[in-house]
């Protein structure tokens, strides 16, 4: 079975440019879960995905949003970059949303650098 | 507000030698409790998922240890090895919170021959 792809891998914008990346989950999971990881703040969590409805927000400005297709694939937009965005961009995918054995397993990230 | 501390920050061993790394959390309602290996520029992997009624989980060499209690888990690697060489984040689930996860820092662990 295929794990979470994420495209692309990496990523150079400069500031004021809007980026979009994509996220395709394990086949069968529906829940695609968005992850912000910077050497300052480190994982912090922006949002969350199941059946094409958004379950979960982090504490992210509107600038960041997503959206989950019927297919399961995700795509989180991040509009009008800031210095401050430049992060690994990870996501997760799970059978379900919540539950205490429910696994989310992660891709290997996009890296996103924003001169 | 829900919280992940870590500690140590940075660890340095020697291959074949054990190590543990502790994890303090806030985080309620609590629903369970990960850790997860992360390997440079890589997405972490889990290692271990514990609920609120059990007290210890193994993974080969990784052994969790959890005290819903005093809200403590631990890690305790066992011969450590130099693919060992990661990050060790501890992660809390609220019962609440659907997929929603909270980070500790993490450990950064070094195995050195």
């Known amino acids: 079975k295929a794990g979470v792809t994420q495209t692309p891998r990496y990523l150079i914008k400069t500031r004021g440019q809007q980026v979009t990346l994509s996220c395709s989950p394990i086949s069968g999971h529906r829940s695609v879960s968005w992850y912000q990881q910077t050497p300052g703040q480190g994982l912090q969590f922006l949002f969350e995905?199941?059946?094409?409805?958004?379950?979960n927000k982090g504490n992210f400005p509107g600038r960041f949003s997503g959206r989950q297709f019927s297919n399961s694939r995700s795509e989180m937009n991040v509009s009008t970059l800031e210095l401050g965005d430049s992060a690994l961009y990870l996501c997760?995918?799970?059978?379900?949303?919540?539950?205490?054995?429910?696994?989310?397993?992660f891709g290997p990230g996009t890296r996103l650098t924003v001169l | 507000k829900n919280q992940v501390e870590q500690s140590p920050q940075s660890l340095i061993i020697l291959e074949g030698k054990n190590c543990t790394l502790q994890?303090?959390?806030?985080?309620?309602?609590?629903?369970?409790l990960r850790w997860y290996k992360q390997d440079t520029g890589r997405g972490p992997v889990s290692l271990t998922i514990?609920?609120?009624?059990?007290n210890t989980k193994s993974n080969g060499r990784y052994t969790a240890t959890l005290d819903a209690d005093t809200k403590q888990s631990s890690l305790h690697i066992t011969a450590s090895q130099l693919s060992d060489s990661a990050s060790y984040i501890c992660?809390?689930?609220?019962?609440?919170?659907?997929?929603?996860?909270?980070f500790g820092g993490g450990t950064r662990l070094m195995v050195k021959p």
């Open positions: 994890c303090n959390y806030t985080v309620s309602p609590f629903s369970n």
């Open positions: 997760a995918s799970s059978l379900k949303t919540g539950g205490s054995y429910n696994e989310q397993f």
């Open positions: 995905y199941f059946s094409e409805t958004q379950r």
């Open positions: 514990m609920t609120f009624s059990e």
């Open positions: 992660v809390v689930s609220a019962s609440n919170a659907g997929n929603m996860l909270t």
